[in-house]
């Protein structure tokens, strides 16, 4: 099953990479392959944590497909983590954890995949998992967009 996993030093604090991995509506602005993204429900627990279910659209020149995932945003523990619903896949799993660091913040990014059709695999596996490893630069780049290039 084909896997990813990457930590970055990054010069913003661990609150403002939880934000922005947290804003998932953004996604489309900057995220390779996401052609859209809809928050389909929201809740907070007793504890603070927040979990959306979202559906996603993803493309790549004439294939299209969308998935719905629920993600988890724990802030007190400052983990993400996205758990697949329905969709082309047979297992989806990511997860995002932040910790401070003397630059600003260690962000830590995991996933893992299986497509459930073998065709989609052959035609989407490589473009995915070219763009599954360029998730963590897209979100580098995302923050000294909305944050500035150094932590404040």
């Not at 991995?21 to 996401?34: G, I, K, N, S, T």
């Not at 995949?113 to 963590?136: H, I, P, T």
Request: glycine share 6%; net charge neutral; with cysteine.
């Amino acid at each position: 099953m084909p896997s990813f996993q990457t930590t970055r030093d990054v010069a913003h604090t661990p609150d403002q990479m939880f934000d922005l991995v947290a804003d998932v509506e953004r996604y489309p602005e900057f995220l390779p392959l996401c052609t859209g993204l809809t928050v389909l429900r929201r809740q907070t627990d007793e504890n603070g944590v927040e979990t959306l279910v979202a559906r996603m659209g993803v493309g790549y020149k004439s294939i299209s497909e969308s998935f719905t995932s629920r993600v988890t945003l724990d802030r007190t523990h400052m983990k993400i983590v996205v758990e697949y619903v329905d969709g082309p896949f047979r297992q989806l799993t990511n997860r995002w954890t932040f910790k401070e660091s003397p630059k600003g913040c260690l962000v830590a990014f995991f996933i893992t995949y299986e497509f459930r059709s073998r065709m989609l695999s052959m035609l989407m596996g490589s473009v995915f998992d070219k763009a599954f490893r360029r998730f963590a630069e897209a979100f580098e780049r995302r923050a000294g967009e909305v944050f500035g290039p150094a932590a404040a």
